[in-house]
């Protein structure tokens, strides 16, 4: 099977990218061809012009209608899989590839369909009025990037697109990585009917190692993931336990001065994703403290990969992952005091830790392994290619 896969990386790197890069690795494990076309939205970050550009391509970008038209010249595919479009790819590679006949499969890693700023958070808290009363109600709150004028860009984009009917005609079928996200991109406008459930696929770390000591949180250091809310519940613990924080972003400046004066807590920085699994495995425990609703939260299934108990909020697809009590713990969403009480247990119970820990690395393999990711991919796969095939073969007769 020949895969084409495109992607516009994000400008601090992110899950999205590595799961890119796992399945592509995965599927050419499974002895398919693939070929990745990747563009990069850094150099947006570093040019005025640049930004400009983008914002005027933003619904449509006629230099990616070429540069795909070349990249499938050079690589042939039987079908193609989008992950992010957004900003420098655009819809347009969507329509060039239905031009030339090519089946689509399109990863909705987030919520940008339908909101501005991908995560449905406003202010802190979940926001859902662009679902409900369309793009144009993101502007006045400026949810992009905390501009009016961005953000008005992105839902005149978005209009667009679904005058247009662009999703509905140019995708075979989209695949959301949960049952939470499934129902509320279907809740938007979505055909149900065209959303397939595939959780993203994490690489097998190996035999868990037993539980290490305190806590440890791996992600992106921004408002939306709560770690400021982790720091405010890690300082009414007692007794100074570890807690490591692994990751770079927008808030971790602001991050570090907050955690001034609360025993136990590092900063790492951003890491490499190899790195991760020695964290967890040095951890007792992992926290995933997100504000915002979690489409897959990455790095809980890779801290239920490594053997350990997750504390999570009860937000999005967090609870899909973490069973209360089986393989970890959830807390309210938004309460420093609730998720200070489900670490306090399980720093004061290392039995719990451990049995948890085990039951999370049965539902990995069970449910998040490689393998079981490769075979759900090359079904959906071989499912639109012979629809596609059976399609012009009607039109032909």
Request: proline letters at 7%.
């Amino acid at each position: 099977m020949r895969i084409a896969i495109f992607h516009n990386r994000y400008a601090q790197r992110g899950g999205e990218d590595s799961v890119v890069e796992t399945e592509a690795e995965l599927l050419r494990k499974a002895g398919c061809e693939v070929a990745l076309l990747r563009v990069e939205s850094a150099p947006l970050l570093h040019s005025r012009a640049a930004r400009v550009r983008a914002a005027l391509h933003l619904r449509w970008n006629p230099e990616m209608v070429e540069r795909v038209a070349r990249f499938l010249a050079s690589h042939p595919a039987d079908v193609a899989h989008v992950h992010n479009f957004f900003p420098v790819l655009s819809p347009s590679v969507h329509a060039t590839l239905r031009s030339l006949g090519v089946p689509i499969v399109q990863t909705l890693h987030n919520y940008r369909l339908v909101c501005a700023n991908g995560i449905f958070l406003r202010e802190g808290r979940p926001c859902e009025e662009c679902a409900v009363r369309g793009p144009w109600r993101a502007v006045r709150y400026g949810c992009w990037r905390g501009s009016r004028m961005a953000t008005a860009v992105w839902a005149e984009a978005t209009a667009a697109q679904r005058r247009w009917g662009t999703w509905l005609s140019c995708v075979d079928r989209f695949v959301a990585p949960s049952t939470f996200a499934k129902r509320k991109l279907a809740a938007a406008g979505l055909p149900p009917e065209r959303i397939v459930v595939k959780p993203n696929p994490v690489p097998d770390p190996g035999a868990p190692a037993p539980p290490g000591r305190g806590a440890v949180t791996v992600g992106r250091l921004a408002p939306e993931k709560g770690v400021a809310l982790l720091l405010d519940a890690w300082r009414t613990l007692p007794g100074a336990p570890s807690l490591t924080i692994a990751g770079g972003g927008p808030d971790e400046a602001a991050l570090r001065e907050r955690a001034r004066g609360i025993p136990g807590v590092r900063f790492l920085g951003e890491v490499a994703r190899e790195r991760v699994p020695g964290l967890l495995a040095g951890a007792a425990f992992a926290v995933a403290p997100s504000l915002c609703y979690e489409a897959f939260p990455v790095s809980v299934a890779e801290a239920m990969a490594a053997g350990r108990a997750v504390v999570a909020s009860d937000a999005g697809a967090m609870s899909e992952l973490v069973e209360p009590g089986a393989n970890g713990l959830l807390f309210r969403s938004g309460d420093a005091a609730s998720l200070a009480s489900a670490c306090r247990r399980l720093l004061e119970d290392a039995g719990l830790v451990a049995a948890l820990g085990r039951e999370a690395r049965a539902r990995y393999e069970e449910e998040l392994a490689p393998q079981r990711s490769t075979e759900r991919l090359l079904s959906l796969y071989a499912e639109v290619i012979a629809a596609a095939r059976a399609g012009r073969s009607a039109d032909s007769a």
